[in-house]
């Protein structure tokens, strides 16, 4: 996933490739989609507090990567 920084939005690209279980796939699905979002949060999280503290911003996880426009 890419999170490109618009200004007054964030532009989200996602190259998913999602393998879920024939057992329950809606519940399979849903836990990846909690999952992402947990990801997600955690990056705007260290964005934020990148900006407020004036410190570096740091990568929070290895699947998204927020970037610049």
Do not use: C, W
């Not at 532009?11 to 699905?29: T, W």
């Not at 849903?30 to 503290?53: P, Q, R, V, W």
């Amino acid at each position: 996933m890419i999170i490109r920084d618009k200004g007054e939005i964030y532009e989200v690209e996602m190259f998913h490739v999602v393998n879920i279980g024939k057992q329950n796939p809606i519940l399979a699905f849903k836990e990846y989609l909690n999952t992402i979002e947990k990801e997600f949060d955690k990056e705007i999280n260290s964005t934020f507090y990148s900006l407020a503290t004036g410190q570096p911003k740091v990568q929070a996880t290895q699947s998204h990567v927020i970037l610049p426009d």
